[in-house]
């Protein structure tokens, strides 16, 4: 049975740091992409970033573009979202999902994933 689950989230000030852990199981990281896209109150859900599981490829939405690290430990199955300076426009659901393995590139577009884990809150405040 495809699972993932998100561990990592919380409150944290302007500026500070949180990494965020997509655990899998039932499939291996290297047959699939992973993406992590956020949702806000009132605002549409959107891609954050993303890895294929092919060739390790990844790419990153513009807003958190330098600030925001991905990356995947195979042996552990999970895949990590390094957040630093992070703002209070960061504040957000946020949720890794798998979908079909990519070569070359991995999508930002919800439409292309097909297993969500239940998601894990960000707020950033002072």
Not at 23 to 32: E, I, K, M
Not at 43 to 48: D, I, L, P, S
Request: hydrophobic share 30%; with cysteine; charged share 20%.
């Amino acid at each position: 049975q495809l699972q993932l689950v998100e561990s990592g989230g919380g409150l944290v000030h302007p500026g500070g740091s949180l990494r965020l852990s997509c655990a899998a199981s039932g499939f291996s990281l290297d047959w699939v992409q992973i993406g992590w896209f956020r949702q806000a109150p009132g605002k549409e859900r959107e891609g954050v970033s993303c890895i294929s599981g092919r060739d390790g490829t990844t790419s990153y939405a513009d807003s958190p573009k330098g600030r925001f690290t991905i990356s995947r430990d195979n042996a552990k199955n999970t895949v990590y979202l390094q957040m630093r300076s992070l703002k209070p426009e960061d504040t957000a659901v946020y949720y890794c999902a798998a979908g079909p393995a990519l070569f070359g590139y991995c999508s930002d577009s919800s439409k292309d994933y097909n297993d969500w884990g239940q998601g894990t809150q960000v707020t950033v405040s002072s």
